[in-house]
């Protein structure tokens, strides 16, 4: 019983802390508070479900592809042009994006939601050290650990890594050394989009369906996410992901049946109680580039 | 002529001018020191050499060329840049702040050679290698700036109060690297609140009063002869002890 609960609270706080890396690199690269990232989601989804017929690893791979199109397309076409703009431009223009790729998939390909059968190896329970575990949990704790440690590689070891931190940490500064912003900021948001796929997989695996709406959730999560942890730290981002996830598995578990439907009432007072006492979040530096 | 001021008028938002009509230059190989009290507008002119403040007038070139040239990224990849606040990566190590000083550079075997020759200058360096920079101190950090800003190999290196807020032997140790960089040809502005340190280690000096306006400028024995950089600084060059 406790295996399985430690199972299903650490593959969703992972899945959670992918989702505010996400939001936390873009605005830390930026300054972009990218609400348009559920629909970067949304994308990778849609390819799920395109490709539902697929093997899983294919559907998965044309969901990175859908989700990097995406968000380079975002990156080219709306935040390029206003690169030097002042973050609520960003930000309004980040809601526009968001509204325009929605409203686009629901008058085309996803005017009602779809339902994307589960692939019959994900509804099958395996025993692991006498618990009986769901090969939906084990899957989503591989699949977002191991996305995880990649990132968190490329990130320590890498030279793109280490300019992406610095660019994330003070663009300007990193810009005075030569690292430049056509190169972080189109892998910010290639990095984006491979994050916000392996999280649209999991997500059409948890729920079985695809809505042109269902970016708002996952949105959510990586701004409140990363608003816990901290905007200015990409550890601290994917901390506050990570206690995010893991809190609300635990409230599903503990909480009374006829409360289960506050569960977000119980989980964002006690967001509300961190921020008071640490507003800037639980590991932010110094730095904020958002006035 | 490595960099080159003329008649520069910066102002921030409509009506804050912060300055005004300032003209200086540096030539290759010299140690040029920036004067002048807070707000005298002189981190503000090394802003706007880095291309980081709007230039409203006047202007500002690199080896001749612009600032506000669309082709002065080039040059300025040539410019190192020490700003006030340091502009340490907190959440990087010591060598992952380093490894980005040398980002631009493609002769890996020199650049190897001049890691090697700055850890030597700086030591403490070498020991705190993996070390997250967040946890160094106040002069440790100044040191891992100025290390990196080398890296770059740079053509004109502009140090933006390196001592602000340092023990005193740290300030002595960021001279002595000073002096030393300017004897191995290196072409330097110097920004300093610490007038006496900076007219005794510079080639020349300018004296900036607010907003941005220079009052004088020469060697410091040429400044202690002008009554209103006498006055304005508070001491005459013969009170400097230089004999330059």
Redesign the interface.
């Given at each position: 019983m406790i295996l399985e609960f430690l199972i299903s609270a650490v593959g969703l706080g992972a899945l959670y802390a992918l989702l505010t890396i996400g939001v936390a690199l873009l605005f830390g690269v930026l300054g972009l508070m990218n609400f348009a990232y559920g629909e970067i989601v949304m994308a990778g989804a849609f390819a799920m479900y395109l490709f539902r017929d697929q093997p899983w690893f294919v559907a998965l791979l044309m969901a990175i592809v859908f989700a990097v199109v995406v968000a380079l397309l975002s990156e080219r076409l709306a935040f390029h042009p206003l690169r030097n703009a002042d973050p609520v431009t960003l930000m309004i223009a980040s809601f526009a994006v968001s509204l325009a790729i929605q409203s686009l998939a629901r008058m085309t390909v996803l005017p009602r939601t779809r339902g994307v059968p589960p692939e019959d190896f994900l509804s099958h329970r395996v025993d692991l050290l006498g618990a009986d575990v769901s090969v939906l949990d084990l899957l989503t704790l591989a699949l977002c650990g191991a996305m995880l440690v990649a990132v968190a590689w490329m990130m320590g070891r890498t030279?793109l890594g280490?300019?992406l931190?610095?660019a994330a940490?003070?663009f300007?500064?990193?810009s005075?050394?030569?690292?430049r912003a056509n190169l972080v900021i189109p892998s910010a948001f290639v990095t984006v989009g491979v994050l916000a796929a392996i999280g649209s997989a999991v997500l059409v695996a948890r729920q079985g369906a695809v809505s042109a709406d269902m970016g708002l959730q996952p949105m959510l999560i990586g701004v409140v996410g990363a608003v816990l942890g901290g905007m200015s730290?990409?550890?601290g981002a994917a901390l506050g992901g990570f206690l995010l996830g893991a809190a609300t598995a635990l409230l599903e578990s503990l909480l009374p049946t006829d409360l289960i439907a506050f569960r977000d009432a119980f989980l964002f007072s006690a967001l509300i109680v961190v921020l008071v006492v640490r507003p800037q979040g639980l590991l932010s530096?110094?730095?904020v580039r958002v006035s | 002529m490595v960099l080159r001021i003329d008649d520069a008028y910066i102002q921030y938002g409509a009506s804050v001018m912060a300055v005004q009509g300032c003209s200086l230059h540096v030539a290759e190989g010299e140690l040029v020191s920036l004067i002048g009290q807070n707000g005298a507008g002189k981190s503000t002119l090394v802003k706007a050499v880095m291309g980081q403040v709007p230039l409203h007038g006047g202007t500002i070139t690199v080896d001749n060329r612009s600032v506000t040239d669309r082709t002065f990224s080039t040059v300025r990849n040539r410019i190192s840049h020490v700003p006030e606040d340091r502009g340490i990566f907190a959440s990087l190590t010591v060598g992952e702040n380093l490894r980005l000083g040398g980002i631009t550079r493609k002769d890996k075997s020199a650049l190897a050679a001049d890691l090697e020759r700055e850890l030597e200058r700086f030591p403490v360096l070498r020991k705190y290698w993996s070390r997250g920079a967040s946890l160094l101190s106040g002069g440790e950090q100044q040191q891992l700036a100025i290390a990196r800003a080398l890296l770059l190999k740079p053509r004109l290196l502009l140090l933006d109060e390196p001592t602000l807020g340092l023990a005193p032997i740290i300030v002595d140790l960021i001279f002595d690297v000073v002096v030393q960089l300017r004897q191995e040809g290196m072409t330097i502005l110097l920004v300093e609140q610490n007038a006496v340190r900076s007219l005794e280690v510079s080639d020349r000096s300018y004296v900036l009063q607010a907003p941005g306006k220079v009052l004088g400028s020469g060697s410091a024995a040429e400044l202690g002869k002008l009554p209103a950089v006498v006055e304005y600084l508070g001491f005459s060059a013969a009170e400097v002890g230089v004999a330059r």
């Amino acid at each position: 019983m406790i295996l399985e609960f430690l199972i299903s609270a650490v593959g969703l706080g992972a899945l959670y802390a992918l989702l505010t890396i996400g939001v936390a690199l873009l605005f830390g690269v930026l300054g972009l508070m990218n609400f348009a990232y559920g629909e970067i989601v949304m994308a990778g989804a849609f390819a799920m479900y395109l490709f539902r017929d697929q093997p899983w690893f294919v559907a998965l791979l044309m969901a990175i592809v859908f989700a990097v199109v995406v968000a380079l397309l975002s990156e080219r076409l709306a935040f390029h042009p206003l690169r030097n703009a002042d973050p609520v431009t960003l930000m309004i223009a980040s809601f526009a994006v968001s509204l325009a790729i929605q409203s686009l998939a629901r008058m085309t390909v996803l005017p009602r939601t779809r339902g994307v059968p589960p692939e019959d190896f994900l509804s099958h329970r395996v025993d692991l050290l006498g618990a009986d575990v769901s090969v939906l949990d084990l899957l989503t704790l591989a699949l977002c650990g191991a996305m995880l440690v990649a990132v968190a590689w490329m990130m320590g070891r890498t030279s793109l890594g280490i300019q992406l931190r610095a660019a994330a940490e003070d663009f300007q500064m990193a810009s005075s050394l030569g690292v430049r912003a056509n190169l972080v900021i189109p892998s910010a948001f290639v990095t984006v989009g491979v994050l916000a796929a392996i999280g649209s997989a999991v997500l059409v695996a948890r729920q079985g369906a695809v809505s042109a709406d269902m970016g708002l959730q996952p949105m959510l999560i990586g701004v409140v996410g990363a608003v816990l942890g901290g905007m200015s730290s990409l550890k601290g981002a994917a901390l506050g992901g990570f206690l995010l996830g893991a809190a609300t598995a635990l409230l599903e578990s503990l909480l009374p049946t006829d409360l289960i439907a506050f569960r977000d009432a119980f989980l964002f007072s006690a967001l509300i109680v961190v921020l008071v006492v640490r507003p800037q979040g639980l590991l932010s530096g110094a730095k904020v580039r958002v006035s | 002529m490595v960099l080159r001021i003329d008649d520069a008028y910066i102002q921030y938002g409509a009506s804050v001018m912060a300055v005004q009509g300032c003209s200086l230059h540096v030539a290759e190989g010299e140690l040029v020191s920036l004067i002048g009290q807070n707000g005298a507008g002189k981190s503000t002119l090394v802003k706007a050499v880095m291309g980081q403040v709007p230039l409203h007038g006047g202007t500002i070139t690199v080896d001749n060329r612009s600032v506000t040239d669309r082709t002065f990224s080039t040059v300025r990849n040539r410019i190192s840049h020490v700003p006030e606040d340091r502009g340490i990566f907190a959440s990087l190590t010591v060598g992952e702040n380093l490894r980005l000083g040398g980002i631009t550079r493609k002769d890996k075997s020199a650049l190897a050679a001049d890691l090697e020759r700055e850890l030597e200058r700086f030591p403490v360096l070498r020991k705190y290698w993996s070390r997250g920079a967040s946890l160094l101190s106040g002069g440790e950090q100044q040191q891992l700036a100025i290390a990196r800003a080398l890296l770059l190999k740079p053509r004109l290196l502009l140090l933006d109060e390196p001592t602000l807020g340092l023990a005193p032997i740290i300030v002595d140790l960021i001279f002595d690297v000073v002096v030393q960089l300017r004897q191995e040809g290196m072409t330097i502005l110097l920004v300093e609140q610490n007038a006496v340190r900076s007219l005794e280690v510079s080639d020349r000096s300018y004296v900036l009063q607010a907003p941005g306006k220079v009052l004088g400028s020469g060697s410091a024995a040429e400044l202690g002869k002008l009554p209103a950089v006498v006055e304005y600084l508070g001491f005459s060059a013969a009170e400097v002890g230089v004999a330059r």
